[in-house]
């Protein structure tokens, strides 16, 4: 799978966990984010992530800021874009499931590293359920 990638100050160390993890199952990575702890504005990184996914170039996307929300907010904007704020497995479960989620948002202060990286794979080997979900999901753009 294509993946991008992008993350505020609050972030590097979980995107280099995730990109590590990512890589060793072979999936290509676009990384949009910082490498830095200095601050910097969540839109910057995470609307290049938007676009990719909106414009078919990512087949999914994962967005890092401190709380989830901003970064979350700022990829929704984008169409085709549905971004799930989540901060637990089964959460990503079923943004998947019943959200056709394509981008996670992940909210660095408040999850672990470790979590993070399963919350990612769990989000990307999680299949939408379609039926009843679908009339909803299409109901979702403005």
């Known amino acids: 799978m294509k993946i991008s990638i992008g993350n505020d100050h609050a ?3 979980y995107k280099k966990a995730i990109v590590e993890m990512l890589k060793v199952k072979g999936h290509k990575v ?7 702890a200095d601050s910097v504005d969540y839109p910057d990184f995470g609307r290049p992530v938007a676009i990719d996914v909106s414009e ?9 800021c401190g709380s989830g929300n901003g970064i979350s907010m700022t990829v929704n904007k ?20 019943h959200n056709d ?8 202060r408040y999850t672990s590293i470790p979590q ?4 990612v794979e769990t989000f990307l080997n999680t299949e939408f359920e379609g039926g009843r979900h679908q009339t909803r999901v299409d109901k979702i753009s403005c």
């Open 101 to 108: 989620a394509n981008i996670i948002s992940i909210p660095a």
């Open 11 to 13: 972030g590097p160390e």
């Open 56 to 64: 078919g170039k990512a087949d999914f996307g994962i967005v890092i």
């Open 116 to 119: 993070a990286v399963e919350m």
């Open 78 to 97: 984008q169409s085709n874009v549905r971004a799930a704020l989540c901060w637990m497995k089964e959460i990503a479960v079923l943004a998947r499931q």
């Open 30 to 36: 676009t990384n949009y984010g910082t490498d830095s």
